[in-house]
């Protein structure tokens, strides 16, 4: 399988701020890749450097065998991208939008009407609307059209799914899967960890360094220690507790239910014991899987104290 | 959570021209709840939040927020909640003390009072050292806390949450949510409204809007359960496609 990204010890500062520290990683074709972090990561500067939009002080990358600096002519005709905050003119209909944008790339829309179908079809009827009349989940469909509208080799999606309701999203996921057919390769960004698992391999990227580069699954697998669910119906009592006990390693909030380990990786009845002292009731313990969210929570606190 | 009621709706309607975007809403929230309030894009919570904090007035029903009736009192509706969204809550050109100083001006707190909650507020949040730095100088984990706290400085009965958690690392993420936890126990009602349904998990009850009308509202373990489902995700898909999409 060909490599479509290879990134070797990238980096980039703006004035003192280290936005992007050493990243290296590679992308196979026809995959969806997704950069999973918080705001403030470095996930929109790495993707303007993908993009040839802004040039790395350090390292090296090539796309599809060509150099992102010596190569962004050639680049910019083969990838498309969709960036976080502005990709629509909103002053433009639905239509006019996705005209000017295959205009821009010498091409017609009828030509690559295809690709655009599925997605397309959606936004179509309303296609004499203003872009900045349209609603947060058809925005994003009339970006993604006009991100793919020059059939490119290579997505390039910048948080494409923030501020969309759960079942747009759902569906915009739906949208990528189908567009593996066209052999075109999807690197996408997100700041949610439950849409890890809608890539083939997800990178944790955290303070501008990527912590972990692996299969959604994988990843979840890097989390070795045993890890329980805890709940009782007195959220912040239960939290302080657990935070108290000489037997905790680590307790964080997740949903209804409180994530811990132990140091001895079990626990045994001084542990109930003592959370009857502290005045905690109707507690209930599992055993639970970990997930993407748990092993990044733990990566990031090996990264801090190393 | 106790059983007092800090919000009282009753056959809310709300019309604009010949759209209805609030369609005979019913319920209630309680004293120290966490309460999620989730739809999809175009449901009408916006509207619902509007008229939840005294900023528009319903059409039609009746409305009780923090003892004070919607369509008569907004005013005294106002003053007795907070407000915090992930996008802005303070300014970024002034410092940290005086972001607090500007709120507790605006709730109509006294200087000395101000004064004292400024201090406790950044002891709380080991932020001694911050007080006189820019907003925009401080990281984003920073600022979603602080903007939290100056959202319950003048001690509000509800407290209104726009994404709170949205875009902010896993660890700062439980942070916050911890201190929400802690509010809601000293007996401030949370409301939150979210895109995100795994901030939904944490709610005590959540409801979920469909065209505008409430369409599910039960703890997520119940309606998780109700619909055979893993995750408040799973259930809001299942509920919130609107049949014409």
């Known amino acids: 399988m060909q490599e479509v990204i290879k990134s070797a010890g990238i980096g980039k500062k703006f004035g003192e701020t280290q ?11 026809g995959e969806i890749f997704g950069f999973i972090g918080p705001d403030g990561a470095g996930k929109t500067t790495l993707f303007r450097i993908i993009t040839t939009l802004l040039l790395p002080d350090e390292g090296e990358m090539t796309i599809m065998g060509l150099d992102c600096i010596r190569g962004y002519k050639e680049l910019r005709r083969i990838i498309g991208y969709m960036p976080g905050r502005f990709s629509l003119y909103m002053d433009l209909s639905v239509e006019e939008n996705l005209n000017f944008y295959a205009t821009v790339f010498g091409t017609t829309v009828r030509e690559n009407y295809d690709l655009i179908r599925d997605i397309y079809s959606h936004i179509e009827p309303f296609k004499k609307r203003l872009a900045g009349n349209l609603s947060g989940g058809m925005k994003q469909k009339l970006a993604l059209s006009c991100a793919l509208i020059h059939k490119p080799k290579l997505l390039v ?3 494409p799914t923030t501020g969309v309701d759960a079942v747009s999203r759902s569906e915009f996921w739906d949208m990528l899967k189908k567009l593996r057919k066209y052999d075109i390769t999807i ?13 083939d391999r997800v990178a944790l990227i955290q303070e501008g360094q990527v912590l972990s580069v692996d299969e959604p699954g994988k990843i979840r697998e890097g989390f070795t220690r045993k890890l329980y669910t805890v709940k009782a119906p007195e959220k912040y009592k239960l939290i302080q507790a657990l935070r108290d006990y000489p037997g905790t390693n680590t307790a964080y909030p997740f949903g209804d239910s409180v994530h811990v380990t132990f140091k001895t990786d079990g626990f045994d009845d001084t542990l109930s014991e003592y959370l009857q002292r502290m005045g905690v009731s109707g507690v209930t313990i599992e055993e639970t899987r970990a997930g993407i969210e748990d092993r990044f929570l733990e990566l990031m606190k090996k990264n801090a104290n190393p | 959570m106790t059983n007092n009621k800090v919000i009282t709706v009753r056959n809310l309607v709300k019309k604009f021209g010949n759209f209805t975007a609030n369609d005979n809403l019913s319920f209630e929230v309680y004293e120290g709840e966490i309460f999620g309030f989730l739809g999809a894009n175009g449901a009408g919570k916006t509207t619902a939040i509007r008229i939840l904090s005294g900023l528009s007035g319903p059409t039609s029903g009746e409305v009780v927020v923090a003892g004070f009736n919607a369509k008569k009192q907004p005013e005294q509706i106002k003053k007795n909640i907070g407000y915090m969204c992930q996008k802005f809550s303070l300014y970024e050109d002034l410092t940290v003390k005086e972001n607090i100083m500007l709120y507790g001006g ?15 507020l950044l002891a709380k949040l080991n932020f001694e050292e911050y007080g006189d730095r820019l907003i925009s100088d401080l990281p984003l984990g920073l600022k979603q806390k ?3 706290s ?17 875009g902010v690392d896993p660890i700062t993420r439980r942070q916050f949510w911890e201190m ?3 509010t809601a126990a000293r007996g401030i009602t949370v409301f939150v409204t979210t895109h995100y349904m795994d901030e939904a998990e944490y709610c005590d009850r959540i409801s979920i ?5 409430i369409v599910a509202l039960d703890t997520p373990a119940e309606l998780k359960r109700q619909y055979a489902a893993d995750s408040v995700e799973e259930v809001f898909i299942k509920i919130a496609r609107p049949a014409n999409n």
């Open chain 1, 19 to 29: 936005a992007l520290k050493n990243i290296t990683f590679g992308v196979d074709e």
């Open chain 1, 157 to 159: 999606l910048d948080e």
């Open chain 1, 187 to 199: 690197v996408v960004s997100t700041p949610y960890m439950d849409e890890a698992m809608r890539c």
């Open chain 2, 106 to 120: 605006i709730y109509g707190m006294r200087k000395k009072l101000i004064r004292e909650r400024t201090d406790t």
């Open chain 2, 146 to 148: 602080l903007a939290f």
């Open chain 2, 150 to 166: 100056v959202a319950v400085l003048h001690e509000p009965k509800i407290v209104f949450l726009d994404e709170p958690t949205g």
């Open chain 2, 180 to 182: 929400i936890y802690e």
């Open chain 2, 209 to 213: 809007m469909n065209e505008g009308r």
